[in-house]
């Protein structure tokens, strides 16, 4: 019998300390490596992510869905990381990128993996995903905020204590999931196959059209969105904004708002219509990122920033839920990693690369012509996120009526 006291409340501190991790290096990362002359190397810096991305479901999911309890698999990978955290400053300062992004690519190794167990150990503890899962995400959000307001305000968005303050949140949340609820191995002692090892029946999942085009598009959909993890910190520095990581807090502060709305549009949106909406809130940021660049028009910087409760919530979130409700109780572990693969994985690595090309290429001069340069820069991956949206708009079929929440618990449905 599992120990579910307090099990939202736990799981919510779970999820703080997990964004609160990432929030206090990730988003001013870009600006950090420009203030050391490591500028042309950013695009590279934030493709080390979607390498382990790719490559950790592969060997992450069977282990969580086989061999180790996820929350003691969690805590090994902050511990871990928290470790090379604290070896980035010296290598940055040196100005030595080659180490820096090896050191990365192994932290990564160790980060990436959690945000699928984060997910899981959430998704296993409780009675109704589509209910409780918001309401303990919001507390990701709130913890990525209170990071970026707390290095904001204390003037480190360009200094390479971020990635100190990092490791002391990660050994910090590696200790706290010890504690948390026992989330076994579904298939423990069950032998293990090759089918086990490439995680096939994740990847079968796919012979379901819709899910097929789901999980095609969410990846598409990731190619422009790697733009705006990697290079809206040095955008807003580049328009005069001092307090980049305070400002960009913004957008969290929408993604509570509607995170906690997600249940309600869930219900009567349904999955398609949500992930279209994220889909269009991107085009839409792109759009007002590229007209405020060269007019000096703030607000529309601000509006951008604040459309980020959209994006992520509708887009990300709501992909969780969907694979939460179409997976085998067995396989959870695997699909949440097998999302991870093609999303935060292929996805953001092809983005990463490809925004940083696209920076190198159009963004080389200075005052109001580098601000007009980077109204081209943004409009391109707007032109293609409205591409992917229309694609999945005529591809995605709404599915007759309901579908079958497969926790292994209770005979629920969704709207599809």
């Not at 870009?30 to 002359?37: F, I, K, M, R």
């Not at 005069?240 to 929408?254: C, P």
Request: proline share 4%; charged share 10%; glycine share 10%.
């Amino acid at each position: 019998m599992k120990n579910r006291s307090f099990v939202v409340p736990r799981l919510s501190v779970m999820m703080f300390l997990e964004f609160f991790v990432q929030g206090s290096w990730y988003v001013t990362a870009g600006l950090v490596l420009t203030q050391y002359g490591l500028s042309s190397i950013i695009g590279m810096f934030f493709s080390m992510g979607a390498i382990a991305a790719i490559i950790s479901p592969f060997f992450m999911g069977m282990i969580v869905d086989r061999f180790f309890p996820s929350e003691k698999v969690l805590a090994s990978l902050h511990i871990i990381g928290a470790g090379f955290l604290l070896l980035m400053p010296s290598q940055i300062t040196s100005g030595n990128g080659v180490a820096l992004l090896w050191i990365l690519f192994l932290y990564m190794l160790c980060f990436m993996p959690t945000l699928a167990l984060t997910n899981n150990v959430a998704f296993q503890n409780i009675e109704n995903g589509e209910k409780s899962f918001p309401t303990i995400r919001v507390f990701g959000t709130i913890g990525w905020i209170v990071a970026g307001l707390f290095i904001g305000q204390l003037g480190f968005s360009n200094s390479t204590i971020i990635f100190q303050i990092g490791a002391g949140a990660s050994l910090l949340l590696g200790l706290y999931s010890l504690t948390l609820p026992h989330t076994p191995a579904p298939d423990k002692g069950k032998p293990l196959s090759m089918r086990d090892v490439l995680a096939l029946d994740a990847l079968a999942m796919m012979k379901d059209r819709n899910y097929l085009v789901f999980i095609l598009c969410s990846m598409l959909i990731c190619i422009p969105l790697a733009a705006y993890y990697s290079f809206a910190a040095p955008f807003l520095g580049a328009t005069g904004v001092e307090n980049v990581a305070g400002v960009m807090t913004i957008g969290q502060m929408s993604e509570i708002f509607f995170m906690m709305l997600i249940p309600f549009f869930f219900r009567r949106l349904g999955v398609k219509w949500m992930l279209l909406v994220g889909m269009g809130a991107w085009t839409l940021r792109y759009v007002l990122f590229g007209l405020g660049a060269p007019t000096d028009l703030f607000s529309l910087l601000l509006l951008g920033i604040a459309l980020h409760g959209i994006c992520y919530d509708f887009f990300f979130v709501t992909g969780s839920i969907y694979v939460e409700k179409k997976a085998n109780v067995k396989i959870k572990g695997q699909a949440q990693s097998m999302l991870v693969f093609f999303t935060q994985g292929i996805g953001m690595y092809v983005g990463a690369l490809v925004s940083g090309q696209l920076f190198n290429s159009t963004v080389t001069g200075k005052g109001q012509e580098v601000l007009e340069q980077w109204q081209t820069f943004w409009l391109i991956p707007a032109a293609f996120a409205f591409l992917v949206g229309v694609i999945f708009l005529v591809l995605f079929k709404n599915e007759s009526t309901t579908l079958p929440i497969n926790t292994g618990k209770e005979d629920a449905t969704y709207k599809a």
